[in-house]
């Protein structure tokens, strides 16, 4: 199997080149975030005519999330236990939003996930982003429990740089989200959970980033972060002979600010 992760920032406006690369890609699985769409919106046909399944939810015209599978599709979920939502009103309810959907992929359970961003380090949405992947840590953990043999991926755009590497320059980060010390360990949290990253040993730093901003020519200059990962279950990483990061779907026009990241199973 040749399972992906991509943050397609918009569907809509993306369809025909995430089409078009599954057609050249080999992918079997592709996990997508930021689909920007309601699920009455997602264009379903476009993936179909090429033989993939999709399973989407997206209530707005932000988040969402995805999972597209040609070697099928069972056992769709959305969110996970426990998971938090957010609102900017504290007054409000808090609802979920769209940044978690699951499936079973020929006997994998793949979790498409867009961690909240942060924003700000005093932004409630700090709060709340540490307070996600607290959630999710715990959720993935008491999977895990209940079979240890269970072959879970948990893959997406996690927001988070976990080590000095993953950003061009420290300094301009300094200060900021994506960086910081409480956020970096709920993403470590997570090898403690029995979820190991298996990309990086296949795509190994400094300057290997999966995220480039569309602002000040961040891109050919190489000024990146590496934001995008795969954490699988000890059984499902055991099958990890590859991965890769596609940088040349970073490239030309109508590109998506971040890259597939593409690893392949036994």
């Not at 840590?137 to 879970?152: G, I, S």
Request: aromatic residues 10%; contains cysteine; glycine residues 8%.
């Amino acid at each position: 199997m040749r399972l992906a992760t991509w943050n397609v920032n918009s569907i809509r406006a993306r369809r025909d080149r995430v089409v078009a690369w599954l057609e050249r890609s080999d992918v079997d699985v592709l996990a997508m975030q930021e689909t920007k769409c309601k699920d009455d919106q997602f264009p379903h046909e476009a993936f179909e005519e090429i033989g993939y399944q999709v399973a989407h939810h997206g209530l707005s015209q932000w988040n969402g999330v995805a999972v597209a599978s040609r070697v099928g599709l069972d056992d769709v979920r959305l969110g996970f236990d426990g998971m938090p939502g957010f609102h900017k009103d504290p007054e409000v309810t808090q609802d979920p939003e769209a940044r978690a959907i699951s499936a079973v992929c020929d006997g994998v359970r793949v979790y498409s996930l867009y961690v909240p961003n942060g924003r700000e380090l005093a932004d409630p949405h700090y709060t709340y982003k540490l307070e996600w992947l607290a959630r999710l840590r715990d959720h993935a953990a008491a999977e895990l429990a209940a079979d240890p043999a269970a072959q879970v991926a948990l893959v997406g755009d996690w927001n988070v740089a976990p080590h000095s590497d993953d950003v061009w320059d420290m300094e301009v980060f300094d200060g900021k989200t994506h960086v910081s010390e409480p956020e970096r360990q709920a993403f470590a949290a997570f090898d403690g959970a029995g979820f190991r990253e298996v990309t990086r040993e296949y795509t190994p730093g400094p300057g290997v980033y999966t995220y480039w901003d569309y602002t000040q020519l961040r891109f050919p200059k190489k000024q990146g972060m590496r934001i995008d990962f795969q954490l699988h279950s000890p059984e499902l990483a055991a099958r990890v002979t590859g991965a890769s990061i596609d940088r040349e779907e970073r490239k030309g026009k109508g590109a998506s600010d971040h890259a597939p990241v593409v690893v392949d199973l036994d």
